[in-house]
Structures are given as C-alpha cells and as structure tokens.
C-alpha cells in the first residue's frame, strides 16, 4: 500500500538557505509517527512541507498521492490535511462558534459536524459564544483543535499540540488523535512533551540538522517501533 | 467559487460588526476630511461647491486605502494567511469574497460622505440614476483594484506604506472617471456623465476578471 508520507531526499528552501537537508521519511496510513529533535531541527518546516505549504527545490516528496514538486498538486493536498502548528489562524474578533463554522464550512462540514467538532473539544455551552481575543492560551489551542476537527483531515500534522493546554487538555487531544487514527486517518506530530507523545506514538523519527538520522521504514502492521 | 465568496465575505462583514472599525473609526475619518476640505476652501463657497465631486471622491479613496489595510491585517494576525492557503477555499472565491465585503464597507461610507457633502458643501443632486451607476461601479473597482493590490502588499513588513504608493496610481482613472461623472449629476448634464461611468465599469470589469485569476498566485508568492 502506497505511503501517506513519502520523502526521498526532500530539501526545502527558506528564502536561499536549504531549511531540510535531504529528509528520508516514509508514514504508512493509519500510523502515528512522532518527530523528534531539538529546537530549529526542522520538524516544524518538514511538517509545513507536508502540508503543501513550502517548494520542493530537490527530491521527492509524495503526500497521500500528490507530488508536492507539482504546485498545483501541493495545493491540492492541503485540503486533505489539518496542522495544527503554532499559529492558530483563528479571528480574534469572532466567537468560538464562528472560527469553528468558518473553518468547517470552508471544508464542506455540515452544521451538526461543527456541532460535534465543538462539542468533542469541550468547547459547547457558553464557551462556544465567547470572543477569541478573551480566551486563555489553552482555551485558544482547543479552538484551534476544534477548528482542524470540523475539517475532518486524513492527515493530521501536529506541530508542538500539547503545548499551552492544561492536563484535561492534553488527555482530550491524546483522545482525539487516537480516535482519528480509529477511523483512518495518520498523523505526524512533534512535541517536547516526550513521555506524553511517547505514549501516543506509533513510531520516533529523529531529526536533527535537517534531516532524519534514525530508522523511518514504517513498521509492519501491529509493530510498535518506538527509537529511543 | 460564489460560495466561497459568501462565506469569505459574510466572515469580514461579520469581524466588522464586531469590531466596529469602520463605524467606530472609519467614518469619523470620512467625516474629519470633508469639515477639513471645507475649512481650508471655506472662505472661497464656491471653489468649494465646484470641487464637491472631487473632494467626495478623494475622501472614499482615503477610506479605501484603510478599509484595504484593514481587510488584509485580519489575514496577517496569528497565521490566518497560511490557514486561507490551507482552507480548502477557491482562491477566486477568497477574492471575490474580500472584496465584498470592502465593497460593502466603502458603500456605506459613501452614504456619510454624500450626507456630508449636502449638507457641508451645498451639493445638489440633480442626475439620481447617474449617480448611484456611478457609485456602484466605482465602488466596485476600488475594491476589485484594491483587494488585488492588498494580497500584494500583505505578505511585505512595509505592507502599511507600501500599499498607498502601489495603489493610489492604479486607482487615479476611478478617481477621474467618478470625478466628472459626479459633476454632472451633482448639477451638470448628466448624459456628459453616463461615458465617464462607462470607463468605471471597465475598470471595475477588469480587474474583477484579473483578481479572480491571479488572485491565487498572488495569495501563494507574495
């Protein structure tokens, strides 16, 4: 079966510097793979590329089937996949509700899934008609969470997602992570927070420098294959 | 593509309502040109019922410009520019949509202009017809020409200069052609005016078509 994720020696450019030096990455449907590094590594800029946001200067790079060297296919797949990074693109002037409907609706999501999107991210009620700019950092996260839920992505690219929520939150975002993969869909994710996406993870890739230094053959299906 | 240009403009309208700015802020500016034209011509009431046409029209461009900023501020905060891009939505539709929506703004700052040139400035509307055509089409080509040269300007740091010396160039035929065609509804001939409203709905046509087909390389380059 064809990868979600296929990167053979995949360099993006920041301006005129190489921000991915050569990334080997292969994610199978249905896997949750974690990235690991340090600090300015690439993970966030290997996960901006997989969602068809930055060029492809040299290599492949293959997202659920369109090649990303292809502009027009790049822009393709984004309406395929969710980031979640950190940036939140919410309207600071709109309520929950609105972000979440845009958002939805941008994607072709039916009322009752903005509904069910909202409710599943803890944000229906009264919570729902606040004005973003009034949210907490956490409360933000969520509505961001909620946002990429309405959209219903089949592939999930998580940039840093535990960061800013509180403990309920963090469990409510494993639950949701773990739920996607239930019902298809793969997700690629980074965080700091390594017991925790750890315990999420089907599989660690490290990264560093710009590229991957570690294992990234996916596993075989019900392999575990955590790298330490 | 139409639906996208819905939900893209009922979401700025929306962001507007809440925000106020152009109610809060906006017109309050509109206005402030127009008592400053009148007291810097006051002493000469007639240069200053002759150029009504224009002063009005040099106003709505001034409100343009910060109706423009503002459309493309609301995309710049928070990484709403890589959300648009990632949204799924036609960028044809993100275009018409945010031009829409400035459309509707610069609309109704043109109805607290035009009180305001009546009441200020004497004005007489002679030419209804001629005037509200003249009105439509320029609107729409101020925010066709603007929303295009926006999305230009927005993903630069000098976004906030840069826009005016872009923009005022490319929008001085809407503000020649809405000039005259003023003129003479606010007491001319109106059928001198009808050529000159012809020449804004070419102008708003033009860079409707243009918008609509580089709006997408424009939102994904700049």
């Not at chain 1, 929520?165 to 793969?186: F, K, M, S, Y």
Request: aromatic letters at 6%.
């Amino acid at each position: 079966m064809e990868p979600v994720v296929h990167l053979r020696g995949a360099v993006t450019l920041l301006g005129r510097f190489p921000a991915l030096a050569g990334i080997d990455l292969d994610v199978s449907a249905g896997e949750i793979v974690l990235l690991r590094g340090p600090n300015g590594a690439g993970k966030t800029t290997l996960l901006r590329l997989c969602a068809g946001l930055l060029p492809v200067a040299r290599g492949t790079a293959t997202v659920l089937g369109h090649d990303l060297a292809d502009r027009r296919q790049a822009r393709s797949v984004r309406s395929r996949v969710g980031l979640l990074g950190h940036a939140t693109g919410l309207y600071d002037e709109l309520t929950v509700a609105d972000n979440v409907r845009f958002w939805g609706r941008a994607a072709g999501a039916a009322p009752a899934e903005v509904a069910g999107a909202l409710a599943a991210c803890g944000l229906d009620g009264r919570l729902s008609d606040l004005i973003v700019a009034r949210l907490s950092a956490g409360q933000r996260r969520r509505t961001s969470l909620a946002c990429l839920l309405a959209r219903r992505p089949e592939l999930w690219l998580l940039d840093e997602p535990h960061a800013g929520l509180d403990h309920e939150g963090r469990d409510l975002l494993d639950d949701l992570v773990r739920r996607a993969v239930a019902d298809g869909a793969t997700v690629v994710l980074s965080s700091h927070e390594l017991d925790r996406a750890e315990g999420l993870a089907h599989r660690v890739v490290h990264i560093a420098g710009g590229t991957t230094d570690a294992p990234t053959a996916a596993p075989t299906s019900g392999e575990v294959a955590l790298v330490p | 593509m139409f639906h996208d240009a819905a939900l893209v403009a009922g979401k700025d309208l929306r962001i507007e309502l809440r925000s106020k700015v152009t109610l809060q802020q906006m017109a309050p500016f509109a206005v402030l040109v127009l008592i400053l034209f009148g007291v810097a011509l006051d002493p000469d009431r007639g240069v200053l019922g002759r150029a009504s046409a224009g002063l009005f029209w040099v106003a709505v461009l001034f409100c343009a410009l910060l109706a423009i900023q503002r459309a493309f501020t609301i995309e710049a905060a928070d990484g709403g520019r890589d959300a648009l891009r990632l949204s799924g939505l036609d960028p044809a539709g993100v275009f018409l949509g945010k031009a829409a929506a400035i459309a509707v703004q610069l609309a109704a700052l043109e109805v607290v202009l035009a009180v305001g040139v009546v009441i200020m400035y004497g004005a007489e509307v002679t030419g209804w017809p001629l005037l509200v055509a003249t009105c439509l089409a320029a609107t729409t080509g101020l925010a066709a020409a603007g929303t295009l040269y926006g999305v230009l300007a927005a993903g630069l740091r000098v976004r906030e200069t840069l826009l005016p010396i872009l923009l005022l160039p490319v929008l001085s035929p809407v503000l020649i052609g809405a000039t005259k065609a003023f003129e003479a509804a606010l007491g001319g001939v109106a059928a001198d005016g009808w050529p000159w409203c012809g020449l804004l709905v070419t102008f708003a046509l033009l860079y409707l078509a243009f918008g609509t087909l580089a709006f997408g390389t424009l939102l994904e380059e700049s």
